[in-house]
């Protein structure tokens, strides 16, 4: 397939690990950012290519790791009442919240139901006018764009029964976290390139000059994750901290305008909490207040949940590069992706998870 064996070809894989090898002189430790980044490296094994020199830490790139624990819990209170049909992407519905998830929700009698995209939670809250239908509208600056369109559909069609229960994060104030953390490891970054398909990476110099490191817009096949990392080594090595984009056949600078004119039309910054991180300031978005009656939230008066975190599970930790899903006593016995404690075991792209599916406990 044209754009996607080429960039599985084990020859330049090979290629680019040799001039990495060349390339390196000290250690480093560079995040990849997304969650699909740290499948790929896991599923092709290229961590274990690497010279000794590179750590890999994992980034917070993952819509359902980073999606709070309150967010879950109001989710699961507004999928228990009655006349509601609550519409969610499937890999939602086995995340835990403070004592159950959708999919108990489900077995209990609510009307839960996964869709593949929020224009499915429109049709069917069409074919339901005496339903109320809730799309659980999680997700970074890539699905945001098709999310904030359902509410300007939902506007266009005057429909009263539809809401959206928002949980947009972005991607540079979690950068800023992590860097301005005291705990800090990160030195360079792998950006997630299909973020900055829809953002461009505009964004992005101010916090490399900031805080002095690469940041290397990076794709999701083996080679463009060589590359990418390729790139950041390079920077490192040679002391420079800039912006570069290893992903051209699919980033450039401005991004998609449309789709960044959609967001700011719907959405508007704000706080947001991350799972296992806490709080970080401007990283969320929420609806502007010309659609706030259609926020999910606010129609069912679910703004009283507030619920403690797991004090086990850190993949608050995980998630900042600070440690390693094996460095968590529960991996493997407590916590597997059949009874998970945590997100990041729960989901198809969280750090735990990829870690156990790929058998990193055998090599560590
Ligand atoms: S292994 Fe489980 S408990 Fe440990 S950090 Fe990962 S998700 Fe949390």
């Not at 040799?18 to 094994?45: F, L, S």
């Not at 290519?49 to 999606?67: A, D, R, S, Y």
């Not at 403070?98 to 869709?115: I, K, Q």
Request: glycine share 10%; net charge negative; proline share 7%.
């Amino acid at each position: 397939m044209k754009y996607l064996t080429e960039y599985r070809d084990a020859g330049l894989v090979h290629t680019l690990v040799d001039e990495i090898r060349r390339t390196v002189k000290r250690n480093w430790v560079v995040m990849e950012i997304c969650g699909g980044q740290t499948h790929a490296i896991m599923r092709y094994g290229l961590d274990q290519l690497l010279p000794p020199e590179i750590e890999l830490v994992h980034g917070p790139g993952c819509p359902v790791c980073v999606t709070s624990l309150e967010l879950i819990d109001k989710a699961l209170e507004i999928a228990s009442q009655p006349g509601v049909i609550f519409t969610s992407y499937g890999d939602m519905l086995r995340v835990p919240g403070s004592g159950r998830d959708l999919f108990s929700v489900r077995a209990s009698g609510g009307d839960v139901r996964v869709v593949y995209s929020p224009l499915d939670a429109i049709k069917i809250a069409q074919l339901n006018p005496d339903k109320q239908v809730v799309f659980f509208a999680i997700g970074f600056e890539t699905t945001a764009p098709a999310n904030a369109m359902s509410v300007i559909q939902a506007e266009a069609l005057g429909l009263k029964n539809y809401s959206v229960l928002v949980s947009h994060v972005r991607v540079p104030p979690a950068m800023h976290a992590i860097l301005g953390s005291p705990e800090n490891r990160v030195q360079a970054f792998m950006a997630a390139g299909h973020v900055c398909a829809v953002m461009g990476y505009w964004e992005y110099p101010p916090i490399a000059h900031q805080y002095k490191v690469p940041i290397v817009v990076t794709g999701f096949e083996p080679v463009d994750i060589l590359q990418g990392l390729l790139l950041s080594i390079r920077q490192l090595e040679t002391g420079r901290f800039e912006t570069e984009n290893g992903y051209p056949r699919v980033v450039t600078f401005e991004g998609n305008r449309p789709a960044q004119d959609v967001l700011q039309r719907v959405f508007q910054e704000c706080d947001r909490k991350w799972r296992g991180i806490g709080l970080i300031p401007a990283s969320g978005w929420q609806l502007r207040s010309e659609y706030a009656h259609l926020d999910a939230e606010t129609r069912f008066s679910v703004d009283q949940i507030q619920p403690e975190e797991s004090p086990i599970c850190i993949s608050g930790q995980v998630l900042q590069g600070v440690k390693k899903p094996l460095q968590c006593p529960a991996f493997g016995g407590l916590c597997t992706p059949e009874h998970p404690l945590g997100a990041t075991m729960v989901s198809s792209e969280g750090a735990c998870a990829a870690y156990y599916h790929y058998g990193r406990e055998a090599y560590g």
